[in-house]
């Protein structure tokens, strides 16, 4: 396998120990450690002329909160391409667009993200002309972008070849594999609370298996989330699959 150049995250924040902290432990972690990837935050107190390293303030026009101020941003952005040059910037918002795995797998063939979190109730329009795309990592508002880069750095990671221990484990993926949502899963012991499992899944006869995995995986969706269904659409044979899912569930 092509060993792939190291991808580099650059995250533009007034809170640089959100992202490392979050960095110590778990998937991300062990990527930085491995080498798989580099983080570098920047924070626009660092590049504020004023005298308090001031990054927020009033909204003309008036109205609750505080926002960011351009130009610490705008310098904290041009600093970041200079040192992560030829790389998209993108602003976390609940303006953005919704981030889903295909976007995922897109970013991950990138050499580098540099993701701008904002804080407050948000940052000066002014801000976007040097922004790049404006993503959304659901429709609900954080105090901050931070957690929504760590998501988008997390999700992206677990892409890169080599990071998960199962090599395929990231492609089959239940949205990337199959546009359909996990089946269940069981692991020891057998019995917990009076619950024993599946016997499909102590058979060993993996045609059987994967028949199973596939029709829970094709009811579940279509009880769950019908527009996913709805948008992938059945291919040959999973049609009776589901109706038999169906009366069965009936029972
Ligand atoms: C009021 O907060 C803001 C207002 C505008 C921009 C950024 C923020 C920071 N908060 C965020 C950021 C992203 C998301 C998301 N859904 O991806 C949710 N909240």
């Avoid at 991950?108 to 801000?127: F, H, N, S």
């Avoid at 199962?166 to 949205?175: L, N, P, Q, R």
């Avoid at 016997?199 to 059987?208: A, F, M, N, Q, T």
Wanted: net charge negative; charged share 25%.
């Amino acid at each position: 396998m092509a060993s792939r150049l190291v991808m580099r995250f650059d995250v533009i924040t007034i809170f640089p120990g959100l992202i490392h902290g979050y960095l110590q432990e778990g998937i991300v972690g062990r990527a930085l450690t491995r080498g798989l990837i580099e983080v570098q935050t920047w924070n626009p107190r660092d590049f504020s002329d004023s005298t308090y390293r001031r990054v927020d303030d009033r909204p003309f026009g008036g109205g609750p909160g505080m926002l960011m101020m351009a130009p610490p941003l705008l310098a904290a952005i041009a600093a970041a391409r200079q040192a992560n040059p030829g790389v998209p910037v993108i602003y976390l918002s609940p303006q953005g667009r919704r981030l889903q795995q295909q976007a995922v797998q897109d970013f991950a063939v990138l050499p580098g993200l540099i993701l701008l979190a904002g804080r407050y109730e948000g940052v000066d329009e002014r801000v976007l002309a040097a922004v790049d795309a404006e993503w959304s990592i659901g429709d609900y508002v954080l105090a901050g972008g931070e957690l929504p880069a760590l998501v988008l750095m997390e999700a992206v990671a677990r892409q890169l070849p080599g990071l998960l221990g199962h090599a395929d484990s990231a492609a089959e993926d239940s949205f990337a594999a199959s546009g359909l949502l996990d089946c269940p899963h069981y692991t020891r012991p057998e019995v917990v609370a009076g619950a024993s499992v599946p016997e499909v899944l102590l058979s060993g006869d993996h045609g059987r298996i994967r028949r199973w995995r596939l029709q829970q995986s094709l009811g579940r969706t279509a009880e769950r989330r019908p527009d996913l269904l709805e948008q992938r659409g059945l291919q040959a044979g999973e049609k009776e699959l589901l109706e038999e899912y169906r009366r069965q569930d009936g029972e």
